[in-house]
């Protein structure tokens, strides 16, 4: 992985590739951003660029034999941990080394835009959550100690590091306090509050904003030969995250069923109608999980929306045109007396339905709910 086959973040890169052209390569960086802001894509360049023996001013050459074997994921100096726990085929102490192949063909097939969601479901943990455990701290650590096949830098990436439990936490402290020579951890994740504080103090802070969308805009165009409207659409949609402009892009079906579904649904709820809201919440059943919840989190991005509108900044609400009439319109009945209310009312729905409540029921109950806070001034 290039650094110019990450989408955009050029003031990242610019200071990956000044600390290591300077010799200040810390060695502990957590990359913290957001999903879908190429936060893994950027860790990849990095570590490539930094094992690169023929690096220039921008990046790493892309032809050596270090630069062939990173592409591959196969380089003896690069170390991957990442979530993990038991499937059908791995049914007691998993660890990294155990799905180090599926991890390989996940993340080339991915172009290193990944995700916890798509990686779950590559390795068929069903609806089990993957997490970083002790055996593979202590895997890293046996690694690491062992001299590095070039004779110079060792690079550890540890995706979602947040996953990690607590043995695996106290094990991986251990580490970057006393790490070996000429060693550099790249942690990866999207939320520090759930690493522990002093694991955090111990490494060097790299924030990854969304990309911007003009530049999302562009990547649409250029790698998936989406048309100039859709990849302007599916780039205003995504909020900076590739991973939902892909999605918007690919199923560009999906982009109208949200947006009309939810149209209408407001407006049965406004009439109040129980007929209505009781057939649309039997429908709802039909769609499945995922769609479910992607609905209830188009429902967000209108609450959000409303807030701009009723603020006068129109001018942020990126939205196609058709959507952003219907936000102006249906501002006026979002305001501070029922905001948070609505917001607390979409996200327990999304909960529910990830903890496989029956969704006719959630739906019909968020419904009823709604038709009076619609009415609150």
């Known amino acids: ?5 990450v989408i955009g973040q050029e003031e990242v890169k610019h200071k990956l590739v000044l600390s290591a052209k300077e010799n200040r390569i810390p060695h502990a960086q957590l990359f913290l951003g957001p999903e879908g802001c190429g936060k893994f894509a950027l860790a990849l360049a990095y570590a490539q660029y930094i094992l690169c023996p023929n690096r220039d001013e921008h990046d790493s050459c892309g032809v050596c034999p270090s630069c062939r074997q990173v592409a591959k994921l196969a380089h003896p100096d690069l170390h ?8 059908k085929s791995i ?27 798509s990686w779950y479901a590559a390795i068929e943990l069903e609806n089990k959550q993957g997490y970083i455990n002790v055996r593979d701290a202590a895997t890293l650590m046996r690694n690491l100690s062992i001299k590095s096949y070039a004779g110079d830098y060792k690079v550890a990436i540890l995706w979602m590091a947040e996953r ?22 790249l942690l990866v994740a999207e939320d520090q509050e759930l690493l522990l504080v002093t694991i955090r103090s111990r490494a060097v802070l790299v924030k990854i904003p969304g990309i911007e969308t003009n530049e ?14 859709l990849a302007h659409n599916a780039a205003i949609l995504s909020e900076g995250n590739w991973l939902k402009a892909c999605h918007y892009a690919e199923e560009e079906e999906d982009m109208k069923y949200y947006s009309q579904t939810f149209q209408q649904w407001m407006r049965y709820c406004f009439k109040a109608s129980v007929g209505e809201l009781v057939d649309f919440s039997n429908n709802i059943r039909g769609i499945g999980r995922k769609r479910q919840q992607n609905l209830l989190e188009y429902g967000l991005h209108v609450v959000r929306n409303s807030l701009l509108v009723n603020n006068g900044l129109l001018d942020k609400v990126l939205l196609p045109d058709d959507e952003k009439l219907f936000n102006v319109n249906f501002a006026p009945f979002v305001n501070p007396n029922n905001m948070i209310p609505f917001v607390e009312l979409l ?3 999304i909960r529910q339905i990830e903890r496989n409540g029956y969704a006719p029921l959630i739906f019909l109950d968020i419904s009823l709910k709604l038709t009076k806070l619609l009415r609150i001034k």
């Not at 007691?92 to 290193?112: C, G, H, M």
């Not at 439990?165 to 000429?182: T, Y």
């Open 1 to 5: 992985m290039q650094f110019k086959e």
């Open 80 to 87: 991957f941990v990442v979530p993990n726990t038991t499937n």
């Open 91 to 117: 049914k007691k102490d998993p660890e990294t080394a155990l799905f180090i192949n599926e991890w390989r063909n996940y993340v080339l097939a991915k172009q290193a835009y990944v995700d916890p969601v």
């Open 164 to 185: 990690m439990n607590l043995d695996a936490a106290n094990k991986m402290l251990k580490l970057l306090e006393e790490p070996p020579e000429k060693t550099v951890f």
């Open 216 to 229: 999302v805009e562009q990547a649409l165009v250029a790698r998936k030969g989406c048309d100039c409207a």
């Open 347 to 349: 996200e327990e729905g």
